[in-house]
């Protein structure tokens, strides 16, 4: 379906966000258009949507029932009952992706996904084509929403498109190089089991894509994918990296058949997680034909992304270590893994409503031996807590705090005058915080206010 088709149509957008007003806006606008929320949208987000016929609460889907196309925001699971019942409707259900995949899908595009590291990835692929000489756009997850980019004025020749697990789902047509990072257990509550959120994340891959770029040493996304990938009338071309005969990670270096392509410590990016980001990109870069002469030069000045191991404050011999993109344990483990030998006190906690195992983490705490404290946040960093305990005993000091301000209190009174405050929360920010953008800003002020 594209957008071109939709002139006319009844038209109904489910949710109030950025990709549905990016939607509106590339239909032009049209009035009579229903905008379905499941709380009242506000009035900045009204205006986004000039004319539209705003519904909310558990009724809104019958609003919706009555259009003859409904866009999907992708904060918006397949998986709701009311999501259901307007397809059952005999309503067509169609995506922003979708509808911009319609238009472009047979352009040149490098989509990413995985659980942690798509949006470095996607900028480290787009800084590589950049220096490659390549016209390069990079949109979706991050940066642009793909509907505001649906008719550029200059097309580019390269397209690299992130995308999360709410965008993969349904997706019906995949990228020519499809990149997979990662998987770790995530958003249960929008995908509603494991294997729902590992098949929709795998989904990128099911519709063609001429090169399948996969982290080789993800033991959980080889074994979903399966054997297979020399191309051909078999299938799709298969690379992997982080293993040996691709881009892999050796000694702080992202290596090729022996010899070092990017040394890891030249460049802003810690641990070894960015160091395996480097590797997916350079394997995507190649695959789409844009990999420049000198790709340590182009990575050189590549700075973190925010909120992602991002030293925002410094007071003294104290760090503030921003990583509130953790949502997992996996993740928290990389960020202790990327700041050893160092004293840290660590801030772990967020929203239980994925049932996180902190045991690895725990793991984690024992294994770095600079952890000075862990102090937990609202609302499972009790559970956090207890794990830690259980496995660390009273060598490594726990504490609760009500919220981040005196959360960062007590790790500046943990650290005394050297150290990292890290904020890697291992959960997600729902409830407290709008998402962790607004969590990382928190903790940012929190810092600074000493």
Same mark, same amino acid.
């Given at each position: 379906?594209?957008?071109?088709?939709?002139?006319?149509?009844?038209?109904?957008?489910?949710?109030?966000?950025?990709?549905?007003?990016?939607?509106?806006?590339?239909?032009?606008?049209?009035?009579?258009?229903?905008?379905?929320?499941?709380?009242?949208?506000?009035?900045?987000?009204?205006? #986004?949507?000039?004319?539209?016929?705003?519904?909310?609460?558990?009724?809104?889907?019958?609003?919706?029932?009555?259009?003859?196309?409904?866009?999907?925001?992708? #904060?918006?699971?397949?998986?709701?009952?009311?999501?259901?019942?307007?397809?059952?409707?005999?309503?067509?259900?169609?995506?922003?992706?979708?509808?911009?995949?319609?238009?472009?899908?047979?352009?040149?595009?490098?989509?990413? +996904?995985?659980?942690?590291?798509?949006?470095?990835?996607?900028?480290?692929?787009?800084?590589?084509?950049?220096?490659?000489?390549?016209?390069?756009?990079?949109?979706?997850?991050?940066?642009?929403?793909?509907?505001?980019?649906?008719?550029?004025?200059?097309?580019?020749?390269?397209?690299?498109?992130?995308?999360?697990?709410?965008? +993969?789902?349904?997706?019906?047509?995949?990228?020519?190089?499809?990149?997979?990072?990662?998987?770790?257990?995530?958003?249960?509550?929008?995908?509603?089991?494991?294997?729902?959120?590992?098949?929709?994340?795998?989904?990128?891959?099911?519709?063609?894509?001429?090169?399948?770029?996969?982290?080789?040493?993800?033991?959980?996304?080889?074994?979903?994918?399966?054997?297979?990938?020399?191309?051909?009338?078999?299938?799709?071309?298969?690379?992997?990296?982080?293993?040996?005969?691709?881009?892999?990670?050796?000694?702080?270096?992202?290596?090729?058949?022996?010899?070092?392509?990017?040394?890891?410590?030249?460049?802003?990016?810690?641990?070894?997680?960015?160091?395996?980001?480097?590797?997916?990109?350079?394997?995507?870069?190649?695959?789409? #034909?844009?990999?420049?002469?000198?790709?340590?030069?182009?990575?050189?000045?590549?700075?973190?992304?925010?909120?992602?191991?991002?030293?925002?404050?410094?007071?003294?011999?104290?760090?503030?270590?921003?990583?509130?993109?953790?949502?997992?344990?996996?993740?928290?483990?990389?960020?202790?893994?990327?700041?050893?030998?160092?004293?840290?006190?660590?801030?772990?906690?967020?929203?239980?409503?994925?049932?996180?195992?902190?045991?690895?983490?725990?793991?984690?705490?024992?294994?770095?031996?600079?952890?000075?404290?862990?102090?937990?946040?609202?609302?499972?960093?009790?559970?956090?807590?207890?794990?830690?305990?259980?496995?660390?005993? +009273?060598?490594?000091?726990?504490?609760?705090?009500?919220?981040?301000?005196?959360?960062?209190?007590?790790?500046?009174?943990?650290?005394?005058? +050297?150290?990292?405050?890290?904020?890697?929360?291992?959960?997600?920010?729902?409830?407290?915080?709008?998402?962790?953008?607004?969590?990382?800003?928190?903790?940012?002020?929190?810092?600074?206010?000493?």
């Amino acid at each position: 379906m594209r957008v071109s088709e939709l002139d006319g149509a009844r038209i109904g957008l489910w949710g109030a966000g950025r990709e549905a007003a990016a939607t509106f806006r590339a239909l032009g606008g049209p009035p009579g258009v229903v905008v379905a929320t499941d709380a009242p949208a506000d009035a900045a987000a009204r205006e #986004g949507f000039p004319g539209a016929r705003f519904v909310c609460g558990p009724d809104a889907w019958q609003a919706l029932a009555g259009c003859e196309v409904v866009v999907r925001s992708p #904060g918006v699971s397949r998986y709701r009952e009311d999501v259901a019942a307007v397809r059952d409707a005999g309503v067509s259900l169609t995506t922003a992706t979708n509808l911009w995949f319609a238009e472009h899908g047979d352009e040149a595009i490098v989509g990413v +996904t995985g659980t942690k590291g798509k949006s470095t990835t996607a900028s480290l692929v787009h800084r590589l084509a950049v220096a490659a000489g390549v016209r390069a756009e990079l949109a979706g997850n991050i940066g642009r929403p793909l509907l505001d980019v649906l008719s550029p004025a200059d097309p580019p020749d390269l397209w690299i498109v992130e995308l999360s697990s709410y965008q +993969t789902a349904d997706l019906v047509r995949s990228p020519r190089v499809a990149v997979v990072i990662n998987l770790y257990r995530e958003h249960l509550d929008w995908h509603g089991t494991d294997d729902a959120y590992f098949a929709d994340k795998l989904n990128l891959l099911a519709h063609g894509p001429c090169v399948e770029v996969l982290n080789g040493r993800d033991a959980r996304l080889m074994g979903l994918v399966g054997a297979g990938g020399e191309g051909g009338a078999a299938g799709p071309r298969r690379v992997r990296f982080g293993v040996p005969g691709g881009f892999d990670v050796v000694d702080g270096a992202v290596v090729r058949d022996g010899a070092a392509v990017v040394e890891m410590g030249a460049t802003a990016l810690l641990g070894a997680h960015n160091a395996l980001n480097v590797a997916a990109a350079l394997a995507a870069a190649e695959a789409a #034909g844009v990999l420049p002469d000198d790709p340590q030069a182009a990575i050189a000045g590549f700075e973190p992304l925010a909120h992602r191991l991002q030293t925002v404050a410094r007071d003294g011999g104290v760090a503030f270590v921003d990583d509130s993109i953790s949502t997992t344990p996996e993740s928290a483990v990389a960020a202790l893994q990327a700041l050893p030998d160092q004293p840290i006190a660590l801030l772990v906690g967020g929203d239980d409503r994925r049932r996180q195992d902190f045991g690895p983490l725990a793991e984690a705490v024992a294994a770095h031996g600079h952890v000075h404290g862990v102090i937990g946040l609202p609302d499972n960093g009790r559970r956090a807590l207890d794990a830690i305990v259980a496995r660390c005993g +009273t060598e490594v000091p726990t504490r609760m705090a009500a919220d981040l301000d005196e959360a960062v209190a007590l790790a500046r009174e943990i650290l005394g005058d +050297t150290g990292t405050v890290l904020l890697s929360p291992a959960a997600p920010s729902y409830g407290r915080f709008k998402d962790f953008i607004e969590r990382g800003e928190a903790f940012k002020t929190a810092a600074l206010r000493g």
